[in-house]
């Protein structure tokens, strides 16, 4: 391969990683959205919303009237309140991670009403994961 096909191959592949990228940020929802999402399942008094983890995070009331944080998955705006009871255990989750795989499964806990774990990809990259409470499908992937 010479050195002109080499550069034109490396270029369309970071043109197509570019367009990866744009693409799941349109895919994501907004701050706006996010409110509007938590407001019309009820939560009010919204405050200290932030994207952190590779899911959004924020402080609110829940319709009972008590202080919460919940997350949400960025794409399909499911709202998880950090309370949340899983009816998977780790066995359920390490198992999951393994046939999506990845390797070295570590530190697996139900936190903040999400399942967290540490791991690696199948490239042998660090990354932290959330997993849905009752379903234990991956929601975010964050590098480590």
């Known amino acids: 391969m010479n050195n002109r096909t080499l550069h034109t191959t490396l270029l369309a592949a970071a043109f197509a990683l570019a367009a990866t990228g744009v693409a799941r940020a349109q895919d994501a929802l907004t701050a ?3 409110r509007t999402q938590l407001e019309s399942q009820g939560y009010t008094q919204v405050k200290d919303l932030e994207f952190k983890d590779g899911m959004w995070k924020a402080e609110a009331t829940s319709a009972n009237g008590k202080d919460v944080d919940v997350r949400l998955d960025p794409r399909t705006g499911t709202v998880y309140p950090e309370k ?8 359920d989750i390490r198992a999951q991670l393994s046939a999506a795989g990845y390797s070295d499964v570590d530190d697996v806990k139900l936190k903040d009403g999400l399942w967290k774990a540490e791991g690696r990809t199948a490239e042998g990259e660090k990354v932290n994961l959330r997993l849905d409470p009752d379903t234990g499908e991956i929601i975010a992937v964050e590098r480590d």
Request: charged residues 10%; negative net charge.
């Open 32 to 34: 706006p959205q996010v």
């Open 84 to 91: 949340a009871v899983s009816q998977l255990g780790e066995a």
